[in-house]
């Protein structure tokens, strides 16, 4: 039997706000699968949340890796592709598989929109009436249309394994967003693609997430990867660990001395504990 080609896995951070241990866990887990099995790591910038991106952060993400002894190869930030991004999404459009949406968050739930996997589930109010050229508008995958097109899909998580595509939970999510040439869905499933990524690790949290990106490497005729959505770490009151709750930055715990090797030890073990 052949041997299994080495992986290739990223970290994809969102310079909008410094790492806490739950990335640390996520880097982690990507650079050993990738060294396990002989294969890269690669750091990628996801910039192109517009306002909200700090580029200075950026820099402070390649601090907080090397500190917890890692090493990666960086390879273009999200926002140099841009081009890419409205390429694929003018190609989607012109098969009519989009539509333009011009709700606002208060709108969609006053529609009654019902809770899904990630957020509301949007209820097609603009998927049935002309567009409103006036309007600012976003651009929602067809899921019905693509549903049509792909036929039934299937995906492979490592630790969930084979799970069928399914979008009732997320309902037609946007792909291009009013303010920006693409969604975290477009420009994620791009990339990973473009940077040949055959293994896309992250947290359980985005899970729901790889229906969506299944779909659009099959519209798109992208390669397949294989997904391993590590679980994420819990605080003592078994919630999920966020920033919010009181961690603290890596940044703030190199600054102030602790060994990040020392800690990454220690997360190697949670992993372990939490049976990766
Ligand atoms: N940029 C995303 C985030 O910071 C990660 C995307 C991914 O790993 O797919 O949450
Ligand atoms: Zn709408």
Not at 26 to 32: F, G
Not at 154 to 172: F, I, K, M, N, S
């Amino acid at each position: 039997m052949d041997s299994p080609a080495p992986p290739v896995t990223r970290f994809a951070p969102s310079p909008n706000g410094r790492l806490h241990l739950g990335h640390a866990l996520s880097a982690i887990v990507a650079h050993d699968l990738a060294g396990a099995g002989g294969g890269r790591f690669l750091l990628r910038i996801e910039d192109i949340d517009g306002p909200r991106s700090r580029p200075e952060l950026a820099e402070e993400f390649r601090r907080d890796l090397a500190w917890l002894g890692l090493k990666w190869e960086e390879v273009p930030a999200q926002s140099t592709r841009l081009g890419s991004y409205a390429a694929a999404a003018e190609a989607l459009r012109a098969r009519g598989l989009l539509y333009p949406c011009t709700c606002t968050r208060s709108e969609i739930e006053a529609a009654g929109a019902l809770p899904g996997l990630e957020g509301l589930i949007y209820p097609g109010t603009c998927k049935h009436r002309p567009p409103d050229p006036a309007r600012p508008s976003a651009w929602r995958l067809d899921a019905e249309k693509a549903l049509a097109e792909t036929g039934s899909l299937v995906w492979e998580d490592a630790l969930a394994g084979p799970q069928q595509v399914d979008l009732a939970g997320l309902g037609d999510v946007v792909l291009v967003r009013k303010d920006l040439p693409a969604s975290y869905h477009l420009a994620v499933t791009l990339d990973d693609a473009s940077d040949g990524v055959t293994l896309v690790t992250r947290g359980a949290d985005l899970f729901a997430a790889s229906h969506v990106h299944r779909t659009l490497q099959a519209l798109l005729a992208l390669p397949v990867p294989r997904w391993h959505h590590h679980p994420l770490l819990l605080g003592p009151d078994g919630e999920k660990l966020a920033k919010r709750r009181g961690s603290p930055a890596l940044a703030e715990r190199r600054e102030a001395g602790e060994d990040g090797r020392v800690l990454a030890g220690q997360l190697r073990m949670q992993l372990l504990s939490l049976g990766t």
